[in-house]
């Protein structure tokens, strides 16, 4: 008699115990949500003073006017794990946020591998993606194109085949270069990445990896014929300290660094494209693509043919040096050309 | 057909500038703090909050149960004890990222507390259960002498008493989900582990120390809180104390 109350007693605490569980796990869902719509929040109220002038650059690359994604479903955008990535994730959303678009944004999800993933497992929906990693990461290619427009129709065949598009790439690219301070390169007479086999024992510094990649030490060679190099195995963001310090010659650099801005490094031509070609694409889903409308990809080309290698060095340097937050910065360059 | 779209060239507006120790990355810049007080901190605070909670809250919950289905049949403990133990011991990182590539749970909230939730069993099935066992047997003799139920007598005498190994047990769960969580950030961008993340990522030494500083400060505050409710909650200690 008395075990069995206890047994019902136990049940109901089981039950209960059940419910709390299932409850807070609806509400830890709901509770993403309306911190994603409590930020979406902040930039519609953004959008809604600036959304006058629409329209500015050539017919193909207008941005879509009024709410063309009002009722459309909700998309997932994905970014990378650098600062760059977060700032492109937020020019995207923001502006197909202004369209009327829902979007969530999950931000910082990792590396090209990781993204990937979540692109063809259907947990994001779209992620800004670099065509040369593209290349290389997702489609296994490691052929060497000549020219940008090869590199990407040959990203676009291989995303066709595997249920993606990629639209078209953005003016800026962000690849490896080499700088040097231009002080050097006056007194070596250094205009591009040839004239550096003129130097003895170059002192280069990069990180480790650049000693053995075809975009690294044995494409300088091959290309160029620099062979007289003394390698200093450099962590990415230190590379600048040692130029200043004159401890290098030369440092491997990302075209797109804010720290390039402001003329205090000269980073030289590459005529021979050693570097390859690091455009940005965004990897959206085709059936996404084709249930979000023709506005959607309108929207998106419209801030990807704004993304001029300086306004990405520029954006840069307010998040990593003067650490604004990428959604301020976003939404500052998109008001001033008019795309939200 | 051209592979990059092209317009008039873009207006590259003024983003405005950090002060001079953000951009020098000094140790500590009271004037970030303040400017991304709203932006970012505050923001991932909240979000920290809510991680820790519901994941002390659904562990709790479980733990409850189990620890009184293990302590009317003695025979579950063990079992339940070593998957508790086992889930324990996983590293979390590893946990973080098995969790991630379950495909329908993904890079998200649920997946992050169903590790903090999985931490949180083995200290409070192990502590319920250890604080009801602990009620001497003449206790729970007078209780029945007294006329009580079984069930009355859980409620009334066996479980009060047991409050201050329960709630020794919820305070070091909730000190360790407070820290546990800013690593759930590799599979859910939120909560001190953003900017944590960040600031290691950017070298960026104010808002490392700033999000470290609120992490030690919650988990700090976390535990008075229990403190207090634990003397609310067993007025009788402190009286025979005293």
Known sequence: ?340 | MSAAVFAAAPVIPSFGRGSSCVTDNKLFCWSWVREHWGDTLSKALVQHIELTLIAVVIGFAISFALALAAYRWSRLAPPIGWVAAILYTIPSLALFQLLAAVSWLGLSRTSAEIALVSYTLFVLFGNILAGLREVPADVRDAAEGMGLTEWQSLWRVELPMALPTIFAGLRIATVTVVSLATVAVFIDNEGLGAPIFDALQTTFKTELIAAGALAVLLALVADGLLVIAQRLLTPWARSARS
């Open chain 1, 1 to 340: 008699m008395k075990q069995s109350t206890l047994r019902i007693g136990l049940v109901i605490v089981a039950a209960l115990a059940l419910a709390i569980g299932i409850a807070a796990c609806g509400s830890s869902n709901s509770g993403s949500d309306t911190t994603s719509a409590s930020t979406a929040g902040t930039s519609t109220t953004g959008s809604t003073t600036a959304s006058t002038g629409a329209s500015t650059g050539a017919s193909t690359t207008a941005a879509p006017s009024g709410k063309p994604g009002a009722g459309r479903p909700a998309v997932t955008l994905g970014d990378k794990n650098f600062t760059e990535q977060y700032i492109l994730g937020q020019l995207y959303r923001q502006a197909l946020d202004a369209r009327g678009f829902t979007v969530r944004l999950k931000e910082n999800i990792g590396s090209t591998e990781i993204a990937d993933r979540a692109l063809r497992s259907g947990q994001i929906d779209l992620y800004p993606e670099y065509i040369g990693i593209f290349n290389t990461t997702v489609a296994g290619d490691t052929k060497v194109y000549p020219t940008v427009d090869e590199a990407y129709q040959a990203g676009r065949a291989y995303a066709e085949r595997h249920g993606f598009t990629l639209l078209p790439l953005t003016p800026f690219t962000d690849t490896d270069a080499l700088a040097v301070l231009p002080a050097y390169a006056r007194a070596n007479n250094l205009t591009q990445v040839g004239d550096l086999a003129r130097i003895r024992g170059l002192k280069l510094g990069a990180p480790p990896e650049f000693r053995q990649r075809a975009t690294g030490l044995p494409g300088l060679r091959r290309l160029y014929g620099i062979t007289d190099v003394q390698f200093f195995p450099l962590t990415i963001g230190l590379q600048y300290q040692a130029l200043d310090s004159k401890r290098i010659d030369t440092a491997d650099v990302f075209t797109t660094d804010g720290q390039l801005q402001g003329g205090r490094y000269t980073v030289l031509r590459d005529p021979r494209n050693v570097f390859g070609f690091q455009n940005l694409t965004p990897v959206v889903s085709t059936r996404v693509l084709s249930a979000e409308g023709p506005a959607f990809e309108q929207t998106l080309n419209a801030v990807s043919a704004k993304l001029t290698t300086e306004a990405m060095q520029r954006m840069n340097a307010a998040v990593s040096i003067d650490k604004q937050s990428p959604a301020d910065v976003a939404r500052t360059y998109l008001q001033a050309n008019g795309l939200l």
